[in-house]
Nanobody, 122 residues
Framework: QVQLVESGGGLVQAGGSLRLSCAAS????????MGWYRQAPGNQRELVAS???????YYADSVKGRFTISRDNAKNTVYLQMNSLKPEDTAVYYC????????????????WGQGTQVTVSS
């Protein structure tokens, strides 16, 4: 199993910055893709950014040029640097990891953190 713990959320004024962190722990062989999703009240959860173990990145159009995703494979941690924040960025941000688990039989699975609140005021 994989446990994901997010940190770094909070309240910030429009134009400000936050840096989210997500650390993975537990029994896993490797983590493939890690990403950040967000969900605002009444909205569907959407993919914000993702990064593969090899460093290939994806960004939603709404955050391109403002957010930067990175990861430290040695620490099993993914980061999301959020700059030029806008009120529409307000949401609960969830860390996601595609990990391989199992001792004799290796199985890939999708794991989620508990979420961290990001609130951007105008």
């Amino acid at each position: 199993q994989v446990q994901l713990v997010e940190s770094g959320g909070g309240l910030v004024q429009a134009g400000g910055s936050l840096r989210l962190s997500c650390a993975a722990s537990g029994s896993f062989s490797r983590i493939n893709t890690m990403g950040w999703y967000r969900q605002a009240p009444g909205n569907q959860r959407e993919l914000v950014a993702s990064i593969t173990s090899g460093g290939r990145m994806y960004y939603a159009d709404s955050v391109k040029g403002r957010f930067t995703i990175s990861r430290d494979n040695a620490k099993n941690t993914v980061y999301l640097q959020m700059n030029s924040l806008k009120p529409e960025d307000t949401a609960v941000y969830y860390c996601n990891a595609d990990a391989v688990v199992g001792t004799l039989i290796k199985i890939s699975g999708d794991y989620w953190g508990q979420g961290t609140q990001v609130t951007v005021s105008s």
